[in-house]
């Protein structure tokens, strides 16, 4: 039995759009989300080096102004795979949501004067893109606070979900099979480098992690599955992460 967090919906009929044409029927690839136009925003900071434990500190200190305005899912910052670089998740309810947040945090005295003044001289870059859940995926939480955060970022081949889907859903499904980790979500983009699945995974520790993911590549079932998805893919990459003080997700 698949735990709560996924959900038995075939992914491939969720994510193709048949239109009607005179001649053969067409099908187009979409990416695949819920029910309703909740979306999540990743945004991923680079920190200059010499700064990382300052940007750290104010984050902890005044980013309640941020959260004030809309919901955050997490905030972790990289300790192996990246260096020097914060993630964080927010919700948005729809794109005009997001957009009146973005106005209030414009006209945020708190906000702007307390911590983005201060905080962008330590930044390098910034990045964001907007990401769905999967359908067959709900937003989890870890079974108790404390452990660490695992990103793994998967660059599928262009197709979308129609192509690429099941397979994909199967081998994440054998992972959890497991019960070495925990999955939190499963996120397919909208709007950055499309063809891109983030699956955010919660384990105890990094060691715990290690010995999971060996006894599942002895897993026939994992190796099966795997082998499957892994047409369809053209990289992958990892990071571990630990949450912040301010993050929900601990």
């Known amino acids: 039995m698949l735990p709560p967090v996924l959900l038995r919906r075939p992914l491939a009929a969720a994510a193709r759009l048949a239109l009607p044409l005179a001649g053969p029927q067409v099908c187009f690839a979409t990416g695949p989300r819920q029910n309703n136009g909740i979306f999540y925003e990743i945004r991923t900071y680079d920190i200059k080096p010499a700064k990382m434990k300052e940007f750290l500190e104010m984050v902890n200190k005044y980013f309640h102004f941020r959260t004030a305005h809309s919901e955050l899912v997490g905030f972790w910052y990289s300790e192996l795979g990246a260096m ?24 945020d005295k708190d906000w ?6 201060a905080a962008l001289p330590l930044m390098e870059k910034q990045h964001n893109e907007v990401a769905y859940l999967v359908p067959w995926c709900q937003l989890g939480k870890p079974p108790k606070e404390g452990g660490v955060y695992e990103l793994v970022t998967f660059q599928m081949k262009p197709g979308g979900p129609a192509l690429w889907g099941e397979a994909f859903q ?9 019960g070495y980790t925990s999955l939190i979500g499963v996120f397919h983009t909208e709007y950055g480098l499309l063809n891109r699945v983030h699956v955010l995974w919660w384990n105890e520790s990094p060691d715990h992690r290690a010995a999971g993911r060996h006894r599942a590549h002895e897993d026939a079932r994992v190796v099966a599955a795997v082998r499957n998805s892994v047409r369809f893919l053209e990289s992958q990459q990892n990071v571990l992460l630990i949450p912040l003080q301010c993050s929900p997700l601990k």
Do not use: E
């Open 112 to 117: 702007q004067g307390k911590f983005i003044s």
């Open 170 to 178: 199967a081998a994440v499904s054998a992972h959890i099979n497991t």
């Open 84 to 107: 020097n670089k914060v993630f964080h998740i927010w919700k948005y309810d729809n794109f005009a949501h997001r957009t009146a947040v973005r106005n209030a945090l414009a006209n």
